[in-house]
């Protein structure tokens, strides 16, 4: 019979979890707080932890952090119980490694399809697949929990199997031929350029290669996230000035090993912590000295928000690409918003060619020489390298604010 143990200080609700998961055929203990717990831990470990939140002495955040820490809990599966705003919660919880989320007051049917859905997905990785089709086992990494998921790729948070307080980040592709050379091409490019060049403010790779018909690059893993989240309503000026310093040293990097990134935007610059900004994936990178065409013609690779005018036209890229790129994102640490917006992405594409962004409001306006070159409609008229930008940002006089 499959054991569920229920922690909550509320003996009404332990009582009611505990009916209502007997009645579905499952065995129930119940604790009132992390110490009993871990007592219970001690002499067996079920196959579902339903933990609340807010705990006398040790709180949930806390009872996550220790399970996910020892070899025999690590991987067990917790769903947290909470009165609090899960909006507050759900993004920390998660990244402690919670598998679920259950809001008080609870009902019933939430609380029996969590429970099921969990236990079923286990199952499933007992048995060695996930319940996307994945293997759990990936090279040296066991795959935990879905961070993302693209067109042609996802992220997983992973452990490595031998230590697995080394955790890592793993993207793969899925290609539904092994012979998909278009897709193995853009693969071998990310991981060759991954890989090459090193640098403080680009994402460190630890391994990658081929399983069966799937690819996979496992590299850093950032707990904080990526920036896309931590914009709000638009960055002080000064904190600006320091991401967007430290992607164009690693834009630098790269454009010194003949690399264009081509897809610089906040979800791909992840928060090693809140004054350490690193660049990551590199699928969209290519070598300028290689003589390669991964794209049929005419085909736009990039992010439509944040494309510079030659992308939306096939033109030549380089690192003037790159400098536009992140000219937009400039512009959106500073405001809160996109320069370029519209209700599709042709309209989107038609402004990043023939508008002019517009201006910033006064208490960033100290930027604007500086956006405006970033986002010059010409490569020529944009700072000719990320030195260039990086002395300009360097001569920012910020006390005006």
Known sequence: MTRILVVDDDEAICSWLQALLRV????????GSGEEMFEELKNEVPELLLVDLLLPGVNGMEILQRLRGEPATGNLPVILITSLDPKRYLRVGMELGADDFLVKPLAGPDVLTAVRTRLQRQEQAQRGRTVGGLPVRIGNYLLERLLARGTSSEVHYARHVENPADDAAVKIFRTRREADARLLGRFSREVEIASAVQHPQLATVYEQGVQGDLLYVAFEYFPRGDLAGFIGEGLAPALVRRVVSQVAEGLG??????????DIKPANIMIR??????IADFGLAKMVQQNISLTST???????????PEQAMSGPVGPWTDIYNLGVVTYELLTGVKPFDGSNHQAIVFKHIHNPPPPLPAQAAMFQPVLDRMLAKEPADRYASTEELLDALDGLQLNMI
């Not at 912590?273 to 690193?278: A, L, P, Q, R």
């Not at 005419?298 to 510079?308: D, F």
Request: avoid cysteine; charged fraction near 15%; proline fraction near 3%.
């Open 24 to 31: 579905d055929g499952y065995e129930v203990t119940a604790v």
């Open 253 to 262: 990097a790269l454009h010194a090993a003949g690399i264009v990134h081509r």
């Open 273 to 278: 912590s809140t004054s350490d900004f690193v």
């Open 298 to 308: 005419g085909e736009v690779l990039g992010t439509p928000a944040y494309l510079a």
